[in-house]
Nanobody
């Protein structure tokens, strides 16, 4: 049974930091690219960061988060992280984790999301 379980969201003041976690189970973690998406109220879901599998660990980020967010993955824990710094109100959204097979692009899974609210 495939599971992606996000955690670490919450309320943070502007300028603050959070670390999101996404614990994966039920599939071979190393064979999947892992991505973080977010969806703010009234907006479409957008790609925030991707960290690739197959032992590359290369990353890409949306322009809006470059220099502030860092994605990482821990193969021993089957977990991917999103370290978020210098948070602002525009970062308020539900953050989702997605796993996509490195070869079979239609083979993908989503987590349930975790709410991040940036407000004073």
């Amino acid at each position: 049974q495939v599971q992606l379980v996000e955690s670490g969201g919450g309320l943070v003041q502007p300028g603050g930091s959070l670390r999101l976690s996404c614990a994966a189970s039920g599939f071979i973690f190393s064979l999947y690219h892992m991505s973080w998406y977010r969806q703010a109220p009234g907006k479409e879901r957008e790609l925030v960061a991707v960290i690739r599998g197959a032992s590359t660990d290369s990353t890409d980020y949306a322009d809006s988060v470059k220099g502030r967010f860092t994605a990482s993955r821990d193969a021993a824990k089957n977990t991917v992280y999103l370290h978020m710094n210098s948070l602002g109100p525009d970062d308020t959204a539900v953050y989702y984790c997605k796993a996509r097979h490195v070869v079979s692009k239609n083979n993908e899974y989503w987590g349930q999301g975790t709410q991040v609210t940036v407000s004073s």
